[in-house]
């Protein structure tokens, strides 16, 4: 049976970036505070918490002083700044360079032009989404899919943004839905703001799925990321599972598959990838040597 690891999924380099930094607070001191999940996958979490890394919400994050607080790559509205200033928190700021940039642009058009509507294409609630709005003091009118339309106002000015994770073929659909309901006359720009690491992930990871009889998607089941991806590998190969680890496996599923394909989202680690193909080899070794 062939066994092979996506060697293009994994962490992008906002993920990367973030734990470097809490691993290299960590090795000088035994304990730092995290805002939220570092990355949404529950096993790189628990192996940061193994060494001291303690995730904290909002709420715990009001009660601190005089303490180093992370914040991850999602990036922050300026209120979590603010907070930390006063209760002399010191920052160690991993947030995404591509987020940061984009939140910059946000922050310029909605002060520049304090008529327009701010419209950000994205996934209502999530963490990256949060620190986009609080760039416009919570003004800016959030579209996940056709129905989130009617917010907009199409009499009046839009400036159109995305999350950085969303894919460019949703951005588009968005911004032809928007087109076609304009009024005459009205202004309207949009800003193609995806990572293109990400959005990259989509045609890569279709060609891979297409290459195995079975995949197996590694990925936590709240990574935003990983249920796009997910959804990409099962339209090119209907054999996808999806798990979170080694613990997860159904050998009945993958049994008689000649080959199987191992990837994951952009907040999967490579040693998870990793474990979990050694564990497959084993496990096949030990039922082909009973058998």
């Known amino acids: 049976m062939i066994i092979e690891i996506d060697r293009q999924s994994g962490f992008c380099n906002g993920v990367v970036r973030a734990i470097q930094k809490a691993e290299q607070?960590?090795?000088?001191?035994q304990h730092l505070y995290c805002l939220g999940d570092i990355v949404h996958n529950s096993e790189e979490v628990e192996r940061l918490r193994k060494i001291?890394?303690?995730?904290?919400?909002?709420?715990?994050l009001a009660s601190?002083?005089?303490?180093?607080?992370?914040?991850?790559?999602?990036?922050?509205p300026p209120e979590t700044y603010k907070l930390a200033k006063k209760n002399n928190i010191t920052v160690i700021d991993a947030s995404c360079r591509v987020v940061l940039a984009l939140q910059q642009k946000i922050k310029v058009a909605h002060e520049s032009f304090p008529d327009a509507q701010i419209v950000i294409f994205g996934k209502n609630g999530h963490a990256e989404v949060l620190g986009l709005e609080g760039q416009t003091s919570y003004t800016a009118i959030i579209v996940e899919n056709n129905d989130d339309l009617r917010k907009i106002d199409f009499s009046r000015q839009i400036f159109l943004f995305s999350q950085t994770t969303m894919s460019l073929e949703g951005f588009q659909h968005i911004v032809n839905e928007i087109k076609k309901q304009l009024q005459p006359n009205v202004d309207f720009k949009y800003f193609d703001t995806i990572c293109r690491q990400v959005a990259n992930r989509i045609s890569e990871i279709r060609i891979f799925?297409?290459?195995?009889d079975i995949i197996l998607f590694v990925s936590g089941t709240n990574s935003s990321n990983g249920k796009v991806l997910l959804s990409v590998c099962k339209s090119e190969n209907p054999k996808t599972y999806i798990i979170s680890s080694t613990k997860n496996i159904d050998f009945e599923q993958i049994k008689d598959a000649k080959s199987i394909g191992i990837c994951g989202a952009t907040s999967t680690p490579a040693w998870l990838m990793e474990e979990v193909k050694n564990f497959v080899e084993k496990e096949l070794r030990i039922k082909f040597s009973s058998e």
């Open 64 to 76: 601190l002083h005089d303490v180093k607080v992370l914040l991850r790559a999602h990036g922050e």
């Open 209 to 212: 799925a297409k290459k195995y």
């Open 52 to 60: 001291g890394l303690q995730t904290i919400d909002k709420q715990q």
């Open 25 to 29: 607070e960590l090795s000088l001191n």
